[in-house]
């Protein structure tokens, strides 16, 4: 008796779902793989959104994760401008808002993460935006022109990096953030003041340490006002204060969700079959030996494919060493590691030269470290972050020891 084909349904047409489709054909798998998106595009990385997309330096199709035929050419059905309204594990289904009900053998769960939204007066107004997909993208570059009046609320990657873009395309640009510096939460105060300092010096009019109280309007944004009095003025308003994991269909299906879906190190859940990668996983690290949910394009680039041999019934784990980048004005930088809280921050280099070097250390150990405009780096920082004992914080800071010198177990 012939052996029934197989079907593969991936929720998320993401770089998780794109890279865990494209991974499934390249690992031999035969049955029919389902990959499913309620936007109309076919899958897309994010980070250009913020940067050369949103400028109008690159195109669509930079961004997207595969050319456009690779999906038929692969025999893949991409359903875009499709919702998935629920997934019913007990007997493995997953029904479309269609209303058509297709069948699964193993699941996988790569549903993103949607922004947090303000709740103050005037939030709804024309002119407010936020950042996600690429028709967000569209519509906030309409209104980027240099006359334009711009208010950045929140100060994280996504509002630092639209700040840039904004300046760079000749608008007014101000910036607001309860926290003291930009990124604070993640770099600290220290390291968060170099951008602080970065904005400024383009004119980026900077309210530090202060929340939104309102955004004034009648039918469209005009102005922002602050908890402590300021009025901004304001026909764009760009509200960037993080997101949250798109999880509500895994809750409503019972599975164990907590910050995301909870899954194991080789992404898998509590539900047989079903499997879950990207912003959405909240996923255990053998390294760290507990759960981080990563909204990074790397961690959706890589357990995509890892989901994907997990589904295939592979043994293989999620341990890659966290990793992010951003570029604002002609600061570029890569971060690796995880450092949720730290004692020490090492600088090797002056960041008011352009070029420096940050560690991150926690009793003793680098915990993490970034490199910003110093290149040709990331082996000896991936390889410092796996040393494991306390690391001499003079010769860190050395631009003059090689720091591929400081792994070496007889290094102080």
């Not at 069948?103 to 407010?128: F, I």
């Amino acid at each position: 008796m012939p052996e029934l084909t197989q079907t593969f349904v991936i929720v998320g047409a993401s770089l998780a779902g794109a890279k865990a489709a494209e991974t499934l054909r390249a690992e031999g798998f035969d049955g029919r793989v389902v990959l499913v998106g309620d936007e109309r595009r076919r899958p897309y990385e994010r980070p250009p959104l913020s940067k050369e997309y949103l400028r109008a330096e690159k195109d669509f199709d930079a961004a997207a994760v595969h050319p456009a035929g690779f999906y038929d050419e692969h025999d893949i059905e991409l359903h875009t401008s499709t919702v998935v309204s629920a997934i019913d594990p007990r007997d493995r289904s997953v029904t479309l808002s269609s209303g058509e009900r297709v069948a699964y053998d193993r699941l996988l769960l790569a549903t993103g993460a949607a922004p947090r939204r303000l709740s103050v007066e005037g939030g709804d107004l024309e002119g407010v935006h936020y950042l996600r997909g690429v028709e967000d993208a569209d519509a906030l570059r309409r209104s980027l022109i240099p006359s334009a009046q711009v208010v950045v609320i929140g100060a994280g990657w996504i509002g630092a990096e639209v700040a840039a873009s904004a300046r760079q395309l000749g608008a007014s640009v101000s910036m607001v953030e309860l926290a003291t510096v930009p990124l604070e939460r993640v770099l600290g105060p220290e390291v968060g003041a170099v951008y602080r300092d970065l904005h400024a010096s383009h004119g980026v009019d900077l309210h530090f340490g202060v929340g939104v109280e309102a955004i004034i309007g009648s039918k469209t944004a005009e102005a922002v006002r602050l908890s402590d009095g300021t009025v901004l003025p304001a026909a764009v308003v760009v509200i960037g204060i993080g997101v949250v994991p798109r999880a509500e269909l895994a809750e409503a299906a019972g599975l164990a969700v907590d910050n995301g879906v909870v899954v194991d190190e080789h992404l898998a859940t509590n539900a047989p079959g079903v499997f879950a990668a990207g912003d959405v996983a909240n996923a255990f690290h053998p390294r760290y030996g507990c759960r981080i949910r990563l909204e990074h394009w790397s961690a959706a680039l890589n357990q995509g494919p890892v989901a994907a041999r997990s589904m295939l019934g592979h043994d293989v784990v999620y341990d890659r060493i966290p990793y992010f980048f951003s570029d604002q004005y002609d600061l570029g930088m890569e971060y690796r590691g995880w450092a949720p809280n730290f004692d020490q921050v090492v600088l090797r280099g002056n960041p008011a030269d352009g070029a420096f070097l940050s560690f991150w250390l926690r009793h003793g150990r680098v915990a993490a470290a970034m490199n910003a405009n110093v290149w040709d780096t990331g082996d000896a920082i991936e390889a410092l972050l796996r040393v494991d004992r306390p690391i001499d914080t003079a010769l860190l800071a050395d631009p003059e020891v090689d720091l591929a010198r400081l792994t070496d177990p007889l290094a102080g």
